[in-house]
């Protein structure tokens, strides 16, 4: 994981603003990203903050594991925002299908039956869309 740069970095960036150079340059200048130079002067505009956030998660878990094992065994075929409804949280579905990636569950991808070895759907001569049951013919 990268670190951010430095606070010298950030001050001598902000004091080259402060006298007058363009963004561009200052990038040029100090090796750093015309987009980075933008952020830190946005901030300290807005905020009045010119030392680097935190990085990284907080590591508060807003699901309840336990809870959503349960909730996933009581009706399987919940969707995601059925399940977040359901533990009473605020998060994004996203984030309720990555807690289920980890625990080690997985979407359906076709129905919970057994396929049909048997006869399947479609013969390798029939050309799409025409039913199995009756005669590919050609028209003529």
């Not at 200048?29 to 505009?45: E, G, I, Y």
């Not at 680097?52 to 969707?79: C, H, N």
């Not at 569950?105 to 013969?123: A, G, T, V």
Request: glycine fraction near 8%.
């Amino acid at each position: 994981m990268a670190s951010p740069y430095s606070q010298d970095l950030r001050d001598r960036v902000l004091a080259a603003h402060d006298r007058g150079m363009k963004t561009k340059q200052i990038a040029t200048l100090f090796c750093v990203s015309s987009a980075w130079v933008r952020r830190v002067k946005q901030r300290r505009r807005e905020t009045g903050e010119t030392a680097p956030r935190k990085m990284g998660s907080p590591g508060v878990r807003k699901i309840d594991r336990d809870r959503l094992i349960e909730l996933v065994r009581f009706d399987p075929d919940a969707t995601l925002a059925e399940l977040r409804d359901r533990l009473g949280i605020t998060c994004s579905c996203w984030g309720v299908g990555k807690v289920l990636k980890q625990l080690g569950y997985s979407f359906k991808k076709r129905p919970s039956m057994p396929r049909n070895r048997i006869d399947p759907m479609s013969r390798r001569d029939e050309t799409h869309g025409t039913p199995s049951n009756q005669p590919v013919t050609q028209a003529g």
